[in-house]
């Protein structure tokens, strides 16, 4: 669509186009374990943190409520911890 507006035509820009994607894929998979095991973590050390400012605790709270009357009105049990 792009190459069209920009008046390179036929197959030498899907080609391109196709060589750009492949690339862009092949360093999403290259690179996306690294992010998610930097993801997994980070993220109880920030959430330990960001939990010591009361307007994130109640943020929560307030997240936690709502999720429960969801949940609730889905019908869906809540399993009992012993």
Do not use: F
């Not at 391109?16 to 050390?45: D, F, M, Q, Y």
């Amino acid at each position: 669509m792009l190459a069209g507006l920009l008046g390179e035509g036929g197959s030498a820009a899907a080609t391109g186009s196709l060589g750009t994607l492949a690339v862009t894929l092949g360093l999403v998979e290259a690179i996306g374990p690294a992010r998610l095991a930097l993801t997994v973590a980070a993220t109880p050390a920030i959430s330990e943190r960001a939990r010591k400012y009361e307007i994130v605790r109640d943020t929560e709270a307030r997240i936690m409520e709502l999720a429960g009357g969801l949940i609730a009105r889905a019908g869906v049990r809540r399993e009992e911890t012993r």
